[in-house]
T-cell receptor, first 116, second 115 residues
Framework: EAGVTQFPSHSVIEKGQTVTLRCDPI?????LYWYRRVMGKEIKFLLH????????ESGMPNNRFLAERTGGTYSTLKVQPAELEDSGVYFC??????????????FGPGTRLTVL | DQQVKQNSPSLSVQEGRISILNCDYT??????FLWYKKYPAEGPTFLIS?????DKNEDGRFTVFLNKSAKHLSLHIVPSQPGDSAVYFC??????????????FGQGTELSVKP
């Protein structure tokens, strides 16, 4: 069974540009999460999808970030326009059970975003 | 404010000895705790978890202890092996967070096991 995949693995863009990150969860997983780790600090929650619906987007930094999950399969996270402080590693995770706190989240390898 | 804290950014242990990684939390609503392991250029991998109704959970060489009164948990690795060298993240969640799921992570502790 394929794990969580993310594309691209690295992205280097200039301030003001737009970047779109993609996450493909494990097949059949209804729950999809986005997290971000900045400068070796803690991994911070961004948002949670259940199928195509946003269950919790309390961690989204501001309105420059837009996440979608059309059709309840893969998800995209767009940053527009990108700022220097958006640099970091963006992780996607998925889980099978309907948002239960005891369900295991499986993480992708992350996308390293560098904004110059 | 950081609700989950790992105060030791790094730990070095000799192969065969015990590794003890510590984690403190502040939110008494947390009811489930997890440890994830992360190798460079990879995503975090689930290692072991514990529910707040327990004080210990063991899986092979890995044991997690939970002290609710102190809001403290620890991960013990016995015996430590060089392949255990990685960054270990403590995480917590609570059903209060909108049907659960949302994980709150600590900053991570980099474990180095010397041969």
């Amino acid at each position: 069974e394929a794990g969580v995949t993310q594309f691209p693995s690295h992205s280097v863009i200039e301030k003001g540009q737009t970047v779109t990150l993609r996450c493909d969860p494990i097949s059949g997983h209804d729950n999809l999460y986005w997290y971000r780790r900045v400068m070796g600090k803690e991994i911070k929650f961004l948002l949670h999808f259940v199928k195509e619906s946003k269950q919790d987007e309390s961690g989204m930094p501001n309105n420059r970030f837009l996440a979608e999950r059309t059709g309840g399969t893969y998800s995209t996270l767009k940053v527009q326009p990108a700022e220097l402080e958006d640099s970091g590693v963006y992780f996607c995770a998925s889980s099978a059970a309907p948002g239960q706190s005891t369900d295991t989240q499986y993480f992708g390898p992350g996308t390293r975003l560098t904004v110059l | 404010d950081q609700q989950v804290k790992q105060n030791s950014p790094s730990l070095s242990v000799q192969e065969g000895r015990i590794s003890i990684l510590n984690c403190d939390y502040t939110n008494s609503m947390f009811d489930y705790f997890l440890w994830y392991k992360k190798y460079p250029a990879e995503g975090p991998t689930f290692l072991i978890s514990i529910s707040s109704i327990k004080d210990k959970n063991e899986d092979g060489r890995f044991t997690v202890f939970l002290n609710k009164s102190a809001k403290h948990l620890s991960l013990h690795i016995v015996p430590s092996q060089p392949g255990d060298s990685a960054v270990y993240f403590c995480a917590a969640s609570a059903l209060i967070y909108n049907q659960g799921g949302k994980l709150i992570f600590g900053q991570g502790t980099e474990l180095s096991v010397k041969p």
